[in-house]
């Protein structure tokens, strides 16, 4: 299998499954398969069919492949632990259900670390007990996911989350098992953290499972860093341009996963606010449009 390049709902905007403002399902599937992709994520759960005839019907007719899915919750809030395993088990079942493989998993935006996202330095961080059952809550959702479900699980991290940053990132590396655990890597994220995506990449690729592909707009980063601006207005501003627009360097990425024999999917996520974005099926054109230019087919 070469490296193949799928795309996500949060290209349209879908970050919630219950958000008023997202287009339906089906016009995400159909805009998709308009756009040049083969393979689409699953998507907050609950926001396409959990009904397998019907999503499986509904692929097959835009000829696209399920990749995987993402469970998006508060592992950094032990209150929320109900939701987070819903979560995993109806996304897991999901993914079974339609062959897809890969299992992310995202700490949410906490209040706390909100404020300093693109902030390591200023980053309010975890206490020693409080770590670790955070980290034993993250380690049991991959366990779920591998060992009773035969995915392949993944952590991702995301702004504004307690996974956010690459020191912590390679802690929680180091503290859980890789047998049960890789890395869903999102280049975009990591740049807004400070760090160098094709650093890290070259320093963990034997653990990187699978990609995010994510670019972002230097001077829109540079302005909602400094206005503590967050997320999800970032992502109204525009923080996560077209692929090759902004600070990523894709070519450099594409090397770092072929000289490592990387196989498999890709997904563009441009996040954006399904209300401000006019053409997000264009926009997903041209992301594809950019990459087959440096390379990937």
């Not at 759960?45 to 993402?70: K, N, Q, T």
Request: aromatic share 10%; glycine share 10%; with cysteine.
């Amino acid at each position: 299998m070469s490296i193949r390049i799928g795309n996500a709902p949060c290209s349209w905007g879908v970050e919630f499954a219950e958000d008023d403002r997202n287009p339906t399902w089906q016009t995400v599937l159909k805009q998709c398969a308009e756009a040049g992709y083969k393979g689409i994520e699953l998507g907050p759960v609950g926001f396409m069919p959990e009904d397998p005839a019907v999503l499986g019907e509904a692929l097959a007719e835009h000829d696209l492949e399920l990749i995987g899915g993402v469970v998006f919750r508060a592992y950094h809030d032990p209150d929320a632990w109900g939701d987070v395993l819903d979560a995993t088990h109806r996304t897991a079942k999901a993914l079974k259900a339609h062959g897809a493989q890969h299992l992310v998993l995202i700490d949410s935006i906490s209040p706390r670390r909100a404020p300093t996202a693109g902030r390591s330095g200023e980053a309010e961080q975890m206490d020693k007990a409080e770590w670790a059952a955070y980290r034993d809550r993250i380690a049991e959702t991959a366990r779920i996911g591998s060992e009773e479900y035969g995915l392949t699980v993944g952590i991702h991290a995301h702004a504004a989350g307690f996974m956010d940053f690459e020191p912590e990132l390679e802690r929680l590396l180091d503290e859980v098992d890789d047998s049960i655990l890789k890395i869903c890597f999102d280049t975009g994220h990591h740049s807004y953290a400070g760090f160098d995506p094709v650093a890290f990449m070259k320093k963990h690729v034997g653990r990187i499972s699978y990609m995010h592909f994510k670019d972002i707009d230097p001077k829109v980063k540079a302005e909602v860093i400094t206005n503590r601006t967050g997320f999800y207005d970032a992502c109204g501003q525009g923080i996560f341009c077209n692929l090759g627009d902004g600070d990523v360097d894709f070519p450099a990425v594409r090397q770092v996963l072929l000289d490592a024999g990387f196989e498999g999917w890709c997904t563009v996520e441009q996040d954006c606010d399904p209300l401000l974005d006019p053409d997000p099926v264009g926009d997903a054109r041209k992301n594809r449009e950019y990459l087959e230019s440096i390379g990937f087919s």
